[in-house]
Every structure is written in structure tokens, then in C-alpha cells.
Nanobody, 126 residues
Framework: QLHLVESGGGLVQAGDSLTLSCITS????????MGWFRQAPGEEREFVAA????????YYTDSVKGRFTISRDVAKNTVHLQMNSLKPEDTAVYSC???????????????????WGQGTQVTVAS
């Protein structure tokens, strides 16, 4: 069982930056990938970014490309999401997720991830 805890959310102004962190209770070495998803009020949960744990290849949804960066700290079993040039439409609860041992078939769908954190609120004021 893997427990994920997010931190770093908050209230910021448009154009500001935030860095979210996801700390795990155990080793992520046996997990194929880590991802970040977000859910705004009244909206479906959507993919934000993912990183292949072994090789570090990254994947992003189009709306955050060039603004967000996902990274990993293998030694600390931690994944980060650096968010720059934040926009009001980035407002959501951000959750990190861990894929299982094997590739689920897609980085982009939430049902491909087996473990989830509780989420952290990010609010971007205009």
C-alpha cells in the first residue's frame, strides 16, 4: 500500500508561481509512473502531467505546456509540480497519483492510476 500526501497549494494572484509536492510513504521504484490531476468545482477530473519514474520522461496536457514542470526526486520518493504563470482557470484541487508496477496503457486517464493523495487546493485570483 502506498500513501501519497500533497502539499504546497494556496491562494495566489494570476501570473504567480507555486510548487506542489507529493510525498509517498514508500518507495516509488516499483511504480511505473506518477501523475498530477486536477478537479475544478463542477468539472471532471482532468490530467495535468505525468512522469515515467525510471527514465523521467514527462507528459503534459496542452493547457499547461510551457508553464508547468513535473519532476521527481528518486532518493526522496517525491514528485513535484512547478507551476508558473498561473491563470484563474488553473484553480482546482490538485491530486497526485501513482501508477502500478506495469504501464496501465495511458498516462492521461485517471483510471490508470492505483493510488491517490487527498489533494491540495490551488486558487488563482484574477
Amino acid at each position: 500500500q502506498l500513501h501519497l500526501v500533497e502539499s504546497g497549494g494556496g491562494l495566489v494572484q494570476a501570473g504567480d508561481s507555486l510548487t506542489l509536492s507529493c510525498i509517498t510513504s514508500g518507495s516509488i521504484d516499483n511504480h511505473y509512473a506518477m501523475g498530477w490531476f486536477r478537479q475544478a468545482p463542477g468539472e471532471e477530473r482532468e490530467f495535468v502531467a505525468a512522469i515515467n519514474w525510471n527514465v523521467g520522461r514527462t507528459y503534459y496536457t496542452d493547457s499547461v505546456k510551457g508553464r508547468f514542470t513535473i519532476s521527481r526526486d528518486v532518493a526522496k520518493n517525491t514528485v513535484h509540480l512547478q507551476m508558473n504563470s498561473l491563470k484563474p482557470e488553473d484553480t482546482a484541487v490538485y491530486s497526485c497519483a501513482a501508477m502500478g508496477v506495469h504501464f496501465s496503457g495511458s498516462y492521461y486517464f485517471s483510471n490508470g492510476y492505483d493510488y491517490w493523495g487527498q489533494g491540495t487546493q490551488v486558487t488563482v485570483a484574477s
